[in-house]
């Protein structure tokens, strides 16, 4: 193996210098680091080596000997190389045998400290838009044209669900896995195996904008004052429903189904008409709670006749058990007082609006969290200032509210030029 930086060798008379001198030789090898080539099926490739710490905060452990191979000539080797010493002479840590994306996106999503339901759907994202195609291969290997294509060919049939497999998927979606893919390639920065992330290279990548995910993205579906009152009406008069408190609770306040359910008692205050959403049903385990989505508790103001419902319903759920009836009780929790899966509320709701549909046949069909669109879009429609909105439905930023409910923009835009000109009258 050629040496870099090597002296050349010098003839020695007394074999003690000579002992020194091979000594110094190679000390200066493993200074400077080493290059090779070897055969290979394909042809010539070059390797490089160094010594490095195998831990900078613990040099005491000792040197361990590092190689990296793969290289097509000797100027890409010592390219590497150029840079492997930098990287020693920085005190980074070197990682061994780099690791495929598929093994790095594993350990990088068991890394995460995030809800949940989030890393569940990073994994989701992983299993079925990266690994497929880029898992095999390694992660320093990975450019922004092979990204680039491959975000080229989810737009043409990336889509894995059963009814729709091979159909193209949407920009949204193509903008999610970009997202967890930028994130990861980050992560593996921080962690020495890249100098760059190929996935930020915008011209390249081409990723879509979001103007493009605001386009696709489906249209919300919410009802008017006049629809919202027809179903409730219904609902606790025809239907008796026993969950007819929630379902108002969530078109009056606009919260989140798992924040509803995750309501206690001592949550809510009626002298003062507020309630305070503290926590959240955990999605991915229903048993238990965490924080609100945001991460930060909220308090908003309840209407008399919703804080009446409430009221009554307390009554109702003491007459089963007067422990339902606890301050710390949950308020919407089963009848042995423990909390209740959102998903099986939300198959309650779907069942409901199947049964609407035989009675009040022209009524839109919408979701549970079609509820909480209602109650943001409503508020809009009145004149209400976004940031109210905002602050009731716990949105991080305003920004957020306003791009959701960007439908409403045109009917605000028209009640205030109708107030502008009604208050300057005939001038």
């Known amino acids: 193996m050629a040496q870099v930086n090597d002296p050349p060798p010098s003839v020695v008379a007394d074999p003690a210098e000579g002992v020194t001198q091979r ?63 930098k990287k020693r002479a920085r005190n980074e840590k070197f990682q061994g045998k780099t690791p495929t994306i598929a093994v790095y996106a594993e350990d990088w999503a068991s890394s995460l400290r995030l809800a949940d339901s989030t890393i569940k759907g990073y994994r989701k994202i992983i299993r079925n838009h990266i690994t497929p195609d ?33 159909q193209p998927l949407s920009a949204n979606s193509i903008h999610k896995v970009h997202v967890v893919l930028g994130a990861m390639l980050d992560a593996a920065i921080d962690d020495g195996l890249l100098s760059v992330n190929p996935a930020k290279k915008k011209r390249t990548v081409n990723a879509p904008k979001s103007s493009q995910v605001r386009a696709q993205k489906p249209e919300i579906v919410t009802w008017t004052g006049d629809q919202l009152a027809t179903f409730l009406a219904w609902n606790r008069d025809e239907l008796k429903d026993e969950l ?65 419902v409430l009221a009554s319903y307390k009554v109702a759920r003491a007459e ?8 710390d009780a ?5 009848d042995e007082g423990k909390l209740r899966s959102p998903d099986a509320m939300t198959s309650r709701w779907d069942r409901r609006m199947k049964w609407t549909a035989t009675v009040h046949k022209t009524l839109p069909r919408v979701t549970i969290k079609g509820l909480r669109h209602t109650h943001a879009t409503l508020l809009l429609e009145l004149g209400e200032h976004p940031k109210v909105v905002q ?23 028209k009640a205030a030029a109708d107030r502008f000109a009604a208050h300057l009258g005939n001038a």
Not at 253 to 258: E, F, K, L, N, P
Not at 291 to 296: D, S, W
Request: aromatic share 8%; hydrophobic share 35%; charged share 30%.
């Open 23 to 85: 000594q110094q030789r190679r000390s200066r090898s493993r200074h400077a680091g080493s290059l090779g080539d070897y055969q290979t099926r394909k042809g010539k490739r070059w390797k490089f080596q160094i010594y490095v710490l195998i831990d900078p905060e613990k040099p005491e452990l000792g040197e361990k000997r590092l190689t990296r191979g793969g290289f097509t000539d000797l100027e890409e080797a010592q390219a590497a190389l150029t840079e492997a010493l």
């Open 134 to 166: 880029l898992g095999k291969i390694r992660i320093d290997k990975l450019t922004a044209t092979r990204i680039g294509a491959h975000y080229r060919q989810l737009e043409q049939s990336g889509r894995k669900d059963e009814y729709g497999k091979g």
């Open 244 to 308: 007819f408190p929630l379902w108002r609770l969530i078109a009056y306040t606009g919260m989140r189904r798992s924040e509803a359910l995750a309501l206690k008692w001592n949550d809510v205050n009626a002298r003062t008409g507020r309630v305070s959403i503290r926590r959240a049903v955990n999605t991915e385990d229903w048993t238990t709670t965490k924080t609100t989505k945001t991460g930060n508790a909220r308090v908003i103001d309840v209407d008399a006749a919703t804080l009446k």
């Open 320 to 327: 089963v058990s007067f422990d339902l009836a606890k301050a």
């Open 330 to 334: 949950y308020v919407f929790g089963d």
């Open 391 to 413: 602050e009731r439905l716990g949105h991080s930023t305003i920004t957020t509210t306003m791009n959701i409910y960007s439908h409403v923009t045109p009917t605000m835009q």
